[in-house]
């Protein structure tokens, strides 16, 4: 276990370091600068002034010099600034970091509870599996900005029981959880067919196996024969799909933090990529990243847990 954290960790800051090299060239290579944008918006600045400007901050020098001196940074702590937000970055950063991932832990938790759920139901009562395709095909095909839409309208504006929107500004877990429940509702019912559909067919394959007929055969009631030796088994690919769901909500979740007004990782690196705010855009970027390989490195954790022999 040891040997392949090591080995995940080490694969982790190559791939952060090519990362971020291709995006630092590619934003490079695009035209203009903070300094054209400052030159545009200020008409009384010079060319002399630009030239200044451009060597205050070194983007007078070659791209892979500043690259080099970006990164020497970032490993000694300092994040930058934020000529967006006029902050700096890491004051930007932190917050969206962590509503997301509170977002992202309460969506993925009731996705994957009732998607497993639906799934191993499905599995285990005969004539249950048309009725679980019929649910997930509707979760799986309902637009996302169209169901988030549809919950504010039901319980913001018609029943007035939820915020539209935003943030809490009181203290408090429950007030907290009135401005969680619509946009963890519409995440997780768009997530939660993945994980019926997969523990569905794990579970269908696993009751078929030889051990489980013997484990019946033992008399073993049927709870303990479904989650106590189908589902272990069953778990290692849904376990998976989790993994992968992190870390794309991580920085895929616009859609549902701009319908909700929620500021988190999605609509930041967006609005960092479109006001040209290529120091706060890399640093998102890389973070989502990490927070993906980092989840894909548990999931792999978790899996070799659950069932030992992937360990040899």
């Not at 008409?43 to 990164?71: K, M």
């Not at 067919?201 to 013997?214: C, K, S, W």
């Not at 290692?236 to 701009?258: F, R, W």
């Given at each position: 276990?040891?040997?392949?954290?090591?080995?995940?960790?080490?694969?982790?800051?190559?791939?952060?370091?090519?990362?971020?090299?291709?995006?630092?060239?590619?934003?490079?290579?695009?035209?203009?600068?903070?300094?054209?944008?400052?030159?545009?918006?200020?008409?009384?600045?010079?060319?002399?002034?630009?030239?200044?400007l451009r060597a205050l901050h070194g983007?007078?020098?070659?791209?892979?010099?500043?690259?080099?001196?970006?990164?020497?940074?970032?490993?000694?702590?300092?994040?930058?600034?934020?000529?967006?937000?006029?902050?700096?970055?890491?004051?930007?950063?932190?917050?969206?970091?962590?509503?997301?991932?509170?977002?992202?832990?309460?969506?993925?938790?009731?996705?994957?509870?009732?998607?497993?759920?639906?799934?191993?139901?499905?599995?285990?009562?005969?004539?249950?599996?048309?009725?679980?395709?019929?649910?997930?095909?509707?979760?799986?095909?309902?637009?996302?900005?169209?169901?988030?839409?549809?919950?504010?309208?039901?319980?913001?504006?018609?029943?007035?029981?939820?915020?539209?929107?935003?943030?809490?500004?009181?203290?408090?877990?429950?007030?907290?959880?009135?401005?969680?429940?619509?946009?963890?509702?519409?995440?997780?019912?768009?997530?939660?067919?993945?994980?019926?559909?997969?523990?569905?067919?794990?579970?269908?394959?696993?009751?078929?196996?030889?051990?489980?007929?013997?484990?019946?055969?033992?008399?073993?009631?049927?709870?303990?024969?479904?989650?106590?030796?189908?589902?272990?088994?069953?778990?290692?690919?849904?376990?998976?799909?989790?993994?992968?769901?992190?870390?794309a909500l991580v920085s895929g979740a616009?859609?549902?933090?701009?319908?909700?007004?929620?500021?988190?990782?999605?609509?930041?690196?967006?609005?960092?990529?479109?006001?040209?705010?290529?120091?706060?855009?890399?640093?998102?970027?890389?973070?989502?990243?990490?927070?993906?390989?980092?989840?894909?490195?548990?999931?792999?954790?978790?899996?070799?847990?659950?069932?030992?022999?992937?360990?040899?």
């Amino acid at each position: 276990m040891l040997a392949l954290i090591a080995g995940r960790l080490v694969q982790i800051a190559v791939t952060l370091f090519l990362v971020s090299a291709a995006t630092w060239s590619v934003m490079g290579l695009m035209p203009g600068d903070p300094v054209d944008l400052a030159l545009m918006s200020d008409p009384q600045l010079t060319a002399e002034d630009a030239a200044r400007l451009r060597a205050l901050h070194g983007l007078d020098r070659p791209l892979h010099e500043r690259y080099l001196a970006w990164a020497a940074a970032l490993l000694r702590g300092e994040f930058g600034h934020s000529r967006l937000f006029a902050v700096p970055a890491a004051q930007v950063l932190w917050p969206a970091l962590g509503s997301t991932l509170v977002l992202l832990g309460c969506a993925l938790l009731l996705a994957g509870g009732f998607g497993v759920l639906l799934g191993v139901w499905g599995a285990a009562r005969r004539g249950a599996a048309p009725a679980v395709d019929a649910v997930t095909i509707l979760a799986q095909s309902t637009p996302t900005f169209w169901l988030g839409i549809l919950l504010i309208i039901l319980f913001a504006v018609e029943l007035g029981w939820l915020p539209a929107g935003g943030l809490a500004e009181a203290p408090g877990l429950a007030e907290a959880a009135r401005f969680l429940a619509l946009p963890v509702a519409t995440l997780a019912i768009g997530n939660l067919a993945g994980y019926a559909r997969h523990s569905m067919a794990a579970m269908q394959a696993e009751l078929g196996a030889n051990y489980i007929r013997t484990a019946r055969m033992k008399g073993l009631p049927e709870r303990a024969v479904l989650w106590g030796h189908a589902f272990p088994n069953a778990a290692i690919p849904v376990v998976t799909i989790l993994a992968l769901d992190a870390g794309a909500l991580v920085s895929g979740a616009l859609v549902t933090e701009t319908i909700f007004a929620r500021p988190g990782m999605g609509k930041l690196i967006y609005d960092a990529i479109m006001g040209n705010d290529y120091n706060l855009a890399l640093l998102a970027l890389l973070l989502a990243a990490l927070v993906t390989m980092l989840a894909t490195l548990a999931a792999d954790i978790a899996q070799r847990l659950i069932d030992p022999r992937l360990s040899r």
